[in-house]
């Protein structure tokens, strides 16, 4: 049931602190501070690039995944979404590894992909959350997330599920790898195991966010925007907002701006910047300037040092606690989806089962 909740879709967020926890506590050692993967069948050293597909808010796992297996692996990545990726004959070296990341373990397009890559020899590693499924019996080897049931359409729990456990697989490639000494592995370790606890705090400021979500739902546009793994968040927050609200919402990165999307701001276009205190950082506030100069009404999410020296600026702000840049996407999705959330109340809104969707897509 949805206990005390109004909406699966509420109950499934608030549970984000415990189930990231539990699906850590497969791999992740708090009193060693180190990771221990299940033996796979490559070795992450012979590894000239990965292949990540996905569909939907799984893909921008697979996006934020990217950019951790690059910083901490020094390991190409590609990603793809499924329906593009099946069709596309894309060549792959014999021997290498693919990923797949599903809620569901059912996605037909992910599920063909899935097949593509076995047929062309690569190894067959997913990120699952059903028990039983589909992709689950074809693959080599699987990392089942413990986010328990998703009953809400729109993905919110096995989402963050899927990136601690993608952040814990890329730890481990970058140690296997030599990229990272212990002391690194420890450092980032640390950060990760912080995460339920973090999580939990955020979810105290629902009442700020509810507030936020006023001056917005009224909106026909908004805008995401962010730098480095903000990116990918900045594309969740949008498609939270449009499949649950049905306001029309992009997610950029916050460098595209000038190409394009910056001619769509106006006093009526609300932009949500994802600005986490990261290398990145004074970039995207340059940006939020620029959008700021034409009108935009900013609402912004950063931790106690970005609102200290932007906040005054913006017409909301998300406080969200200080963490390592490592770790900033996983907590900066939930912000997201409550903003979506809050929305899609203030809307009346079917929040759980939106117009037009099907919590598994199971034809192309
Ligand atoms: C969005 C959402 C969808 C799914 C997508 C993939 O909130 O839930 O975009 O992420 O349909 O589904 P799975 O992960 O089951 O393959």
Redesign the pocket.
């Known amino acids: 049931g949805k206990g005390n909740h109004r909406h699966f879709m509420m109950k499934e967020i608030v549970e984000q602190p415990a189930v990231i926890g539990e699906t850590l506590s497969s791999f992740f050692n708090p009193r060693s501070r180190t990771i221990t993967l299940p033996d796979l069948p490559f070795d992450w050293k012979d590894l000239p690039k990965i292949t990540i597909v ?5 893909f921008y796992a697979a996006m934020i995944a990217k950019y951790w297996f690059e910083k901490v692996a020094d390991l190409s990545v590609e990603v793809d979404i499924a329906s593009e990726f099946r069709y596309r004959n894309m060549p792959l070296r014999e021997g290498g590894l693919a990923m797949f ?4 373990g ?2 037909a397009d ?1 599920l063909a992909a899935l097949k593509y890559a076995k047929e062309n020899g690569q190894h067959i590693g997913s990120i699952i959350n059903v028990e039983e499924s589909s992709m689950g019996r074809e693959s080599d080897f699987v990392f089942h997330t413990q986010a328990g049931p998703e009953i809400g ?3 919110t729990k ?1 989402f963050t599920c899927q990136l601690v456990t993608l952040a814990c697989i890329a730890i481990d490639a970058g140690v296997q790898r030599g990229v990272i000494d212990h002391e690194e592995e420890a450092r980032l370790c640390a950060a990760i195991s912080e995460v339920p606890a973090r999580a939990a705090e955020i979810l105290e400021s629902h009442v700020n966010i509810k507030n936020l979500a006023e001056k917005i739902f009224e909106a026909n546009d908004i805008l995401y925007i962010g730098r480095g793994t903000g990116y990918p968040v900045a594309l969740e927050g949008a ?2 907002l449009k ?1 649950l609200s049905y306001i029309h919402a992009e997610g950029y990165a916050a460098g595209e701006l000038k190409h394009g999307p910056i001619a769509l701001i106006d006093d009526t276009v609300p932009v949500i910047v994802v600005a986490p205190s990261d290398p990145y950082f004074e970039k995207t506030a340059s940006n939020m300037q620029e959008v700021m100069a034409r009108k935009a009404r900013v609402i912004f999410l950063s931790d106690a040092a970005g609102i200290e020296q932007l906040g005054e600026h913006a017409v909301g702000s998300i406080e969200l606690p200080s963490v390592d840049p490592f770790v900033a996407p996983i907590l900066y999705a939930l912000p997201v989806q409550l903003l979506a959330y809050y929305v899609a109340v203030l809307k009346g809104t079917d929040v759980d089962q939106p117009r037009n969707l099907a919590k ?2 199971t034809v192309e």
């Not at 996905?54 to 799984?58: F, Q």
């Not at 990341?101 to 569901?104: A, F, H, K, T």
């Open positions: 996905a569909c939907g808010t799984s990341i599903s809620q569901s059912e996605t992910t359409v729109a993905s096995a498609l939270k499949e598994s897509v």
